[in-house]
């Protein structure tokens, strides 16, 4: 049937058509075509020719099937037909690539076949590396992995300060001595294929990811070998050639060491918390037991804890992370995993559901046992370095790998000013502390302090506690003292800040609404005031009750500029302006100063919070009045600059500075400041021939005092208070301090200012004499708190006996008048110093700290400026203070009286 389709061929002459272009081509190309005709062998007729393509086909079947009859087109033997023919009778390639007989993008996209060959040859290649890789890794002996090394600390000059380390808190035990409970509790907790696995577990690694993507609790995508292996290798660095190395050390473990050496290995090696390594060490930390008596229970939690004491541990580590390793958030954690680690041993066959049920309630731990210290301040210095650095390195190095030693910590600690720190305070309590003629009052006395280099947030001393050995609780750390009224230069900066809100407006009101507060402006700044909202509101809780602010000493000063205010110590001011500003924006100004957001930050939505009721630490506090110092420019706090590995830098401070405020705005802060130092209730602390800033704090009930202040070159904090030591109780109070070292009350001008100047003049010497920034005029003279504002006709002229700083009258330019109060007195105290309820009337105001005589002439010796006589007449004539009565009354606490909450105190 095909002989009778096949098309009958041409004759070789290829037709009229072949003929009639064969006579219109030149001569020379008809006989290049009849050349290259007759140069290709004929075929026989059965055999189909190749062609490059349907239009090549279909000309040469015109031409009589490709024959060497008839010419062809000019080029016909090197197009396409023609380089494809070539290509098949040519040499084959190994490679066929670029590909031939393809043209256009076809030439360049490689076949399957190239594709499938090059694949596996990486994979071969890849395999033989991994193979070679494999039978060349030798596995790292665990004894020599395992001895601890020291680590060395460094003083600020480079020299050493000690060594200490060296010893780990580990018992080993053999396979046999370790109960069979733990073993199920760490597989089905780590590596549920364990007994099966080679080491690495794929699936694991696929569940791990998968149950993170949603948000479950999850077992590690590392095996227990992998864990193992990892733990018993010195370099822990979060690096690839870290990770593969890893990778074939386990698969060699994995096929060489047997299941029950690895998982010995692997508890005795692992870090528990608490300074324990391995399975015996932490059975005695938290139980107070040999491993062998431990039940599924307790197993269960101390399974919990390999996924990392930090943030397991239900005894928290605020000092490491402060927001989330707290004692709450660690409990809640360890308690949620503690239960979905027995449930998976149910799961898994390894705990029956009968023995499930009798643990309903979370095991009953030890109270953390203090470990041994070094001695004197050098633990607080130790302590606090390790803290800085195990919070704040980026290579994640954990308090278990420190453990191991090996390390050296450069710190910023200066020795000369420690000891300067640590003399000051040890004279207090040599000259006025007196345990033994005193023994209810003089108890249980503590002191901190913290000293900073203002231009780099470099901490340059602290004062922990009197030993370390005795005193566990670094003082230098947030104690929960409150701070008092040194908390007040944040609400005064806020009002500069943010400005004072508009009582017509919302609470929400932007800043073209709110006018910024100048230091001069003026407050009502009497005794059991009523607090009011922004609005004009009275100021009620969510019961209904009122809040009534009190003074120090009952004292009421009538209208007083927020900068007479300050230097007094005077609370009602200060509050009002809290919520004239907005308590939110003077939190706010607050933590960009450098205070922290923690569980020491107070409620900010009450007026109390205004003046003092959050408890930071002194390094803190130090840190943020160094913000003043600097105009504005916070620099944190740090104590540690260096920390090597080995020889290798591992770590390395970065200084990163903040703005936290305009620096006319701190400068203007620290103008007042300066002037409490000068003239009112921080007068002890005066450094002779330099420039000194810095405010008194006292706290409600007397229970905790500070003094807290700044030269250009340092910023130095000092506490003190009395606190039950028995660290074991977690609901301990602060005790009252009347009668304390024999004063009736402390104050912030006491002992704390007087171990702030001692340590202060001996830490300056040497140091370039600076003067602070002079101020610039800033804010509007505003009147708030209940203050009259003045009338547009004349003010009186002040009397004679006024004092030297007593304010100017007001410019009389109604309606906007701009009155110049001074720097100590408020306008209309004409009577500075015997205002309302001064002078004669009720004596001394919140500056005095001892007991003044029968005619007050000692009233306000420590804190106070001048002296009162019996009537008072004289009070304030050379500072403008307002001190002196029969009876010498003294500071009081700044409580809320009348009100509904305790207030921070003043002086």
């Excluded at 606090?384 to 308090?399: M, R, S, V």
């Excluded at 009721?613 to 504005?632: E, L, N, Q, V, W």
């Excluded at 602070?772 to 800033?778: L, M, R, S, T």
């Excluded at 304030?876 to 009565?885: D, L, V, Y």
Aim: aromatic share 8%; proline share 5%.
């Amino acid at each position: 049937m095909s002989e009778h389709r096949r098309k009958p061929p041409q004759s070789q002459g290829g037709g009229r058509a072949a003929a009639r272009r064969a006579a219109q081509q030149p001569s020379g190309r008809r006989e290049s075509s009849r050349r290259a005709t007759s140069s290709s062998p004929s075929e026989p007729y059965d055999d189909e020719p190749s062609y490059g393509g349907r239009a090549e086909a279909r000309r040469a079947a015109q031409r009589g099937g490709g024959g060497s009859g008839g010419g062809r087109r000019r080029g016909a033997g090197e197009g396409r037909g023609g380089r494809a023919a070539e290509s098949r009778s040519g040499k084959k390639r190994l490679i066929d690539y670029p590909r031939a007989g393809k043209y256009g993008f076809r030439r360049w996209v490689p076949s399957w076949k190239l594709v499938t060959g090059l694949c596996l040859a990486f994979l071969g290649t890849m395999m033989g590396v991994a193979g070679l890789a494999y039978a060349l890794v030798v596995p790292p002996e665990l004894k020599d992995i395992a001895t601890a090394q020291n680590n060395v600390y460094y003083w600020a000059d480079g020299t050493q300060m000690v060594a200490t380390g060296g010893s780990v808190n580990r018992q080993e035990l053999t396979y046999a001595q370790i109960p069979e409970e733990m073993r199920n509790a760490v597989i089905s907790a780590e590596n549920k294929s364990f007994d099966t696995d080679k080491g690495i577990d794929p699936m694991g690694i696929a569940r791990a990811v998968y149950n993170m993507a949603l948000g479950g609790e999850t077992q590690g995508g590392s095996t227990i070998t992998q864990q193992y292996v990892k733990n018993s290798m010195l370099s822990q660095d979060q690096t690839i050639s870290r990770k593969v190395k890893e990778l074939f050390i386990t698969l060699k473990v994995g096929n060489t060491v047997g299941k029950e050496e690895v998982m010995e290995g692997y508890l005795n090696v692992s870090y528990y918390g608490r300074g324990a390594s391995g399975l015996q060490a932490a059975a005695r930390t938290y139980f107070g037991k040999d491993a062998s008596e431990l039940d599924a229970s307790e197993c269960a939690f101390l399974a919990t804890l390999l996924k990392g004491p930090t943030y397991y541990d239900p005894a928290g580590h605020p000092e490491i992370d402060p927001k989330q390793a707290t004692e709450e958030a660690n409990t809640e954690r360890a308690q949620r995993r503690w239960k979905w680690i027995l449930d998976e041993e149910v799961k898994d066959g390894r705990l029956s559901a009968e023995e499930r049920a009798k643990y309903t309630e979370f095991p009953k731990l030890q109270e953390p046992k203090k470990e041994a210290k070094l001695g004197g301040q050098t633990g607080y210095l130790v302590d606090l370095a390790t803290d800085y650095f195990l919070a704040h390195n980026e290579q994640n190095i954990t308090e278990q790998q420190l453990a191991r030693g090996g390390y050296e910590i450069h710190t910023t600690f200066d020795k000369k000013k420690v000891k300067q720190l640590e003399t000051a305070v040890t004279r207090v309590y040599k000259e006025k502390i007196d345990e033994k003629a005193r023994p209810t009052l003089d108890s249980h006395v503590e002191f901190g302090g913290a000293s900073i280099d203002t231009k780099t947030g470099a901490i340059l001393a602290t004062y922990g506690g009197q030993d370390a050995t005795k005193h566990y609780t670094n003082n230098a750390d947030a104690t929960g003292a409150q701070v008092g009224s040194t908390f007040k230069p944040f609400v005064l900066a806020a009002g500069m800040q943010y400005g004072k809100r508009d009582p017509k407006l919302g609470p929400d009101q932007g800043e073209s609404d709110r006018t910024p507060v100048s230091p001069k402006s003026i407050y009502n700044g009497d005794h059991d005031l009523k607090i009011k909202n922004y609005n004009g509101e009275i100021w009620e809780d969510k019961d209904g009750n009122q809040w009534r602010q009190a003074n120090d000493g009952d004292h009421s000063y009538g209208d007083i500029t927020l900068r007479y205010a300050m230097e007094q110590s005077a609370n009602s001011p200060y509050v009002q302006l809290g919520m004239d500003v907005g308590t939110d924006k003077v939190k706010e100004v607050a933590l960009a100063a450098g205070l922290r957001d923690d569980s020491f930050m107070a409620d900010a939505t009450v007026p109390s919070y205004s003046i003092g009721t959050s408890s930071p630490s002194a390094i803190r506090m130090a840190g943020a009045y160094a913000t003043f110092a600097t105009s504005g420019k916070q620099n944190e706090p740090y104590s540690v600059k260096e920390v090597k590995h080995k020889g290798v830098v591992i770590y390395e401070h970065e200084k990163k500075t903040k703005t936290a405020m305009d620096s006319v705005i701190a400068d203007n802060v620290t103008d007042v400041l300066k002037n409490v130092v000068e003239n009112g209730t921080g007068k002890p602390a005066r450094l002779e021939g330099r420039d000194a800033a810095g405010k008194t704090g006292t706290t409600d009930g007397n229970r905790s005092a500070w003094f807290v202040g700044y030269t250009p070159q340092i910023s130095t904090a000092v506490s003190m208070f009395r606190l039950d030591d028995d660290e074991k109780n977690k609901d301990r109070d602060f005790l009252e301090m009347f009668g304390t070292g024999g004063e009736e009350k402390i104050h912030g001008a006491s002992f704390p200012a007087q171990i702030w100047h001692d340590y202060m003049t001996g830490a300056m010497k040497g140091k370039e004499v600076l003067s602070f920034p002079k101020p610039e005029p800033y804010g509007d003279t505003l009147y708030g708190g209940g203050a009259v504002s003045p009338s547009p006709s004349p003010s009186p002229t002040p009397s004679p006996s006024e004092s030297s700083k007593a304010p100017e009258s007001p410019t009389p330019t109604p309606p906007s008048p701009s009155p110049t109060p001074s720097d100590s007195c408020g306008p209309f105290q004409w009577d500075c110093g015997n205002n309302n309820n001064g002078g004669a009337n009720n004596g001394n105001d919140n500056a005095g700290t001892t007991e003044g005589s029968s005619n007050g002439s000692d009233a306000g010796t420590s804190e106070g400026t001048t002296e009162g006589s019996s009537s008072g007449s004289d009070a304030g004539t050379s500072e403008g203070t307002t001190e002196g009565n029969t009876n010498g009354n003294t500071n009081g606490n700044g409580a809320n009286q009348g009100g509904w909450l305790g207030g921070g105190g003043g002086g």
